[in-house]
């Protein structure tokens, strides 16, 4: 079974930190996306990366970078919280190739004071 | 992406097949059919995905008509764990970068 692996289940943080989200996926998948989900608003993307250094700006990039060191793991930062960052985040990976579908973690629910 | 209209909810007796449909009729030829679902608090769950013939895996199948214009997701056996919001959406052959994007989904209810 594919596992996508989020560091964190729940997460609380203050305005102005620096916030590291880590994904991991054991299925040696060449494509991993950060995204964000709000009620109302649905799921939006804000990253994706797919292949190792490499990245792409999602629909909402915006107050947040990532980093792929190596395939298995994409990170998620926001550079200084602020509170409309208050959010559930999940991660995705995917095989390259035609429809391939995406498979998600857990998610992380994340909380900006 | 075509668009999908799913009922907005839906209660299935514990045991019984549960039958979830879903309209896509301007879906394009090299348009695939998802299914996922998203239990309350988790994240999405990937179940089945199919073309143009009928799917089946472990969790479900899934019945594409044949001018796939729409398509049932079929759960052979609800139980309470199946409780949970399933998405239907439709996404182009296009090297796994396509983004997800999720409609409002059917709530489905398994009652005991």
């Known amino acids: 079974d594919v596992k996508v692996t989020q560091s964190s289940r729940y997460l609380v943080k203050r305005t102005g930190e620096k916030v590291f989200l880590e994904c991991v996926q054991d299925?040696?998948?060449?494509?991993m996306f950060w995204y964000r989900q709000d009620p109302g608003l649905g799921l939006r993307l804000i990253y994706f990366?797919?292949?190792?250094?490499?990245?792409e700006k999602g629909d909402i990039p915006e107050g947040y970078s990532v980093s792929r060191e190596k395939k298995e793991r994409f990170s998620l930062i926001l550079e200084s919280a602020s509170t409309n960052q208050t959010s559930m985040y999940l991660c995705?990976?995917?095989?390259?190739?035609?429809?391939?579908?995406?498979?998600f973690g857990d998610g992380t629910r994340l909380s900006i004071l | 992406d075509a668009k999908t209209t799913q009922p907005p909810s839906m209660d299935c007796a514990e045991g019984r097949a549960a039958n979830l449909p879903c309209n896509h009729s301007?879906?394009?030829?090299?348009?695939?059919v998802y299914w996922y679902r998203q239990i309350h608090s988790q994240g999405p769950q990937y179940i089945i995905h199919g073309l143009k013939n009928n799917e089946t895996n472990e969790m479900a199948s899934l019945i594409i008509t044949e001018d796939r214009k729409s398509s049932t997701l079929i759960l052979p056996h609800a139980t309470l764990r199946d409780t949970a919001v399933y998405y239907c959406i439709v996404r182009p052959y296009s090297g796994g970068y396509q983004k997800v994007t999720f409609g409002i989904g059917t709530k489905l209810q398994v009652i005991p």
């Open positions: 299925m040696d998948h060449e494509n």
């Open positions: 301007t879906i394009s030829g090299n348009e695939y």
């Open positions: 990366s797919y292949d190792v250094k490499m990245k």
């Open positions: 995705a990976s995917s095989l390259t190739g035609g429809e391939q579908p995406q498979h």
